[in-house]
């Protein structure tokens, strides 16, 4: 039987950088690959008269907003998961001896 009276051993955290890279770098590709499939079949301008028509929105800048807003929610999946893998031990310590 396990005994969870011992502190067992927590590998340190991770540097800042490595931790924003963990979830930039993977929501990015996700984010590319994304933007190329959805304006493969919807055409910016189309998705703006339906959407905004009075605004002056150009191809090129619906690209880019698409974009981003792939981005933000691939990148808001890979936080929350990031959060929720983090170990327990970090979390749950004993409380102290009164």
Known sequence: MTDFTQPRFDHPPRPLAQRIGAIAWPSFFTAGVCTMVFFAFVD???????TFPGLPVTRELGYTLGF???WL????????????LRPA??????????
Not at 44 to 50: E, F, G, K, Q
Not at 89 to 98: A, D, G, I, T, Y
Request: no cysteine; aromatic share 16%; proline share 12%.
């Open 44 to 50: 910016p301008i189309a998705l703006r008269d339906l």
């Open 68 to 70: 981003f807003v792939f």
């Open 73 to 84: 929610a691939t990148a808001a999946s890979s936080l929350f998961t990031w959060i929720l």
């Open 89 to 98: 031990s970090r979390f749950n310590r004993p409380l102290p001896p009164e």
